[in-house]
């Protein structure tokens, strides 16, 4: 049972064992990922949901006439990161679709993130085994969160701060490129970047923290800090042409950051706002909940019987990744919206560190329990309590994606209008749609054919793009439930609305109080006292002017609708 050095054989570091254990985190992030790959090709008609948003406009890169003065599509290309659009326009280009490319990515970032998580687990403690422990709870991370299913700037982040992790500990130059790569794709963790390698300044010596005297730390950390100034410096500099980013004065009475809100961020229960909100939370989601054991790992590092603790190296990356995200997570919050959303800075960061503080406890554990086994007198009751231990452990990761509905959380959306999208196709290339169903979410991607405005594309985010945003769905709502003919002729002519979608329930009694769309109570209340006088001029002439209908969605002509 004992190996070389004395170390068993199930946490011996070989040759042989490295590329086993590696080779069996490749394995699983290849299982994982066919299952997204399966429900990302069940159909024509399917988008991941941020996709649609970050995505959609690329179209243009095949047809540059797509999407003429469309205001959702300029926006979302103005904000993409320089690194990303790069990134798709290149394949484009080369003739592959953005929308199939999205859906093809996940794998690949999965494969480069794991191969990447591995080598950091490794650097950390040499046991191949652990970084197999480290993988697979990676993998749950990544798929148990739409991040890495999206293809979007979020998902690029992952594999490239994880590469930015391990140059870092090899003190190699990779760790400046990784930098400048994040810093173009998703600039938010490139200040993270620059945090840990500024607390990375600071060492350990004698019991006091000092900054370090070693020449060679100052230059390689200070380039790394000179990359991340120089590339958020182009982000600092040019100004969004959709203007500044609201502030906290601008969002404190701002309904659309509100419970009922498109940019919901403020909560009523301040511990859920503080710790668990999904955008201004410390740590949004808890999963896989088996990374919670890395809490425990300097009590094992202090009192657990195994001599694999000694070889535990380099912890102090981990506690500087935590500080600069917890740094940055108050920093956001103190300046919001400049530094985007507080809960981007520490949700990943604090996932990634628990997995390999779990992965580093797993081993140690593992290793003090053969060690148990082999000396024990009786090895009976050793044996069966070590052999439930790691059943146990390994049931909760094998069952644990039965729980988590669905998995992959890859939040992929079907379209459920296939008729309406090729219809719209086929129209102008400059065609506007109205309309305040969540169906019309999916015609920019499908159909690429601008809509007036989506709930989906309503990011609030921006002033400029804020408030036109809010004042389409506020025209959009009066227009569609108003009495006055003269209202519904004046908007249409007003955007250029050439197509109207509605459904057989939009002037139902109850259906108004069920839109997402409680941000805007005079519209919607004008519209409900409208509803209860008589029929609106919309539904009034749909019937007449209905030029194509999909299950129960139906499309009208907007000519017809205005009067002519």
């Known amino acids: 049972m004992s190996g070389q050095n004395g170390v068993y054989w199930l946490t011996a ?105 591995f080598g950091v687990f490794m650097q950390l403690l040499p046991v191949p085994v652990g970084g197999f422990f480290a993988s697979v709870l990676l993998n749950l991370v990544f798929w148990s969160h739409d991040d890495l299913a999206s293809a979007t700037p979020r998902a690029f982040m992952i594999p490239l701060f994880l590469a930015f992790l391990y140059y870092l500990l090899r003190q190699s130059w ?20 620059g945090g840990v390698l500024t607390f990375s300044l600071v060492q350990w010596e004698k019991g006091r923290l000092r900054l370090t005297r070693r020449r060679a730390d ?36 701002n309904p659309e950051f509100l ?23 410390l740590f949004p989601t808890f999963k896989p909940p088996l990374m919670g054991l890395g809490v425990f790992l300097p009590l094992l590092l202090w009192k657990l019987p195994t001599p694999l603790r000694h070889q535990v190296k380099s912890l102090g990356l981990l506690l500087r990744v935590v500080a600069a995200a917890l740094v940055l997570f108050l920093a956001a919050h103190a300046l919001l ?12 960061t604090l996932r990634f560190v628990l997995c390999f503080a779990a992965a580093i406890a797993l081993t140690l554990l593992l290793d003090a329990g053969l060690r148990w086994l082999d000396n024990a007198r009786f090895r009976g009751l050793p044996a069966l309590l070590l052999a439930g231990g790691v059943a146990a452990v390994a049931a909760s990761v094998l069952f644990y994606p039965r729980y988590i509905e669905p998995f992959p959380a890859d939040e992929f959306r079907l379209g459920q209008t296939p008729a309406i999208y090729g219809f719209l196709a086929q129209q102008p290339q400059d065609t506007l749609i109205a309309s305040l169903e969540d169906e019309a979410d999916f015609i920019p991607v499908f159909s690429g054919r601008s809509i007036l405005f989506g709930r989906e594309y309503a990011i609030p985010y921006h002033k400029a793009y804020s408030q036109q945003m809010r004042q389409r769905a506020i025209d959009l709502i009066r227009a569609q439930y108003t009495l006055d003919p003269a209202l519904l002729k004046d908007t249409i002519d007003r955007y250029g609305i050439d197509f109207w979608l509605i459904s057989n329930t939009t002037f139902r009694p109850g259906t108004l109080q069920a839109l997402k769309f409680r941000q805007y109570p005079e519209a919607i209340a004008a519209a409900q006292t409208n509803l209860q006088k ?31």
């Open 13 to 117: 570091n070989t040759r042989r064992s490295r590329w086993l254990w590696l080779g069996l985190s490749i394995a699983i992030t290849l299982f994982y990922s066919s299952l997204l790959l399966q429900r990302a090709f069940r159909g024509e008609y399917v988008v991941q949901d941020d996709a649609r948003q970050h995505l959609f406009w690329m179209q243009r890169f095949l047809n540059p006439d797509l999407f003429p003065n469309d205001l959702i599509a300029d926006y979302f290309q103005s904000v993409a990161p320089w690194g990303f659009t790069a990134f798709y326009w290149l394949f484009a280009r080369l003739g592959l679709d953005p929308l199939l490319l999205s859906k093809l990515l996940p794998a690949v970032l999965a494969l480069v993130a794991v191969s990447y998580g």
């Open 174 to 193: 990779g760790c400046w490129l990784a930098i400048a790569l994040i810093g173009l794709f998703y600039p938010q963790y490139a200040l993270v970047c």
């Open 218 to 253: 100052w230059v390689f950390l200070g380039i790394g800090l000179g990359v991340a100034i120089a590339v958020l410096l182009p982000y600092l500099l040019i100004p969004n042409p959709y203007g500044p980013a609201l502030t906290r004065a601008d969002v404190l009475t």
């Open 259 to 281: 419970s009922d809100g498109r940019g919901r961020f403020f909560l009523d229960d301040a511990t859920v706002f503080w710790l668990s909100g999904h955008r201004s939370g």
């Open 337 to 348: 919206f400049r530094l985007h959303l507080p809960s981007r800075y520490t949700g990943y």
């Open 534 to 564: 008589a029929k609106p001029i919309l539904s009034r002439r749909a019937k007449r002017c209905e030029v194509l209908q999909d299950q129960q969605w139906i499309v009208l002509d907007a000519a017809c609708v205005r009067g002519r």
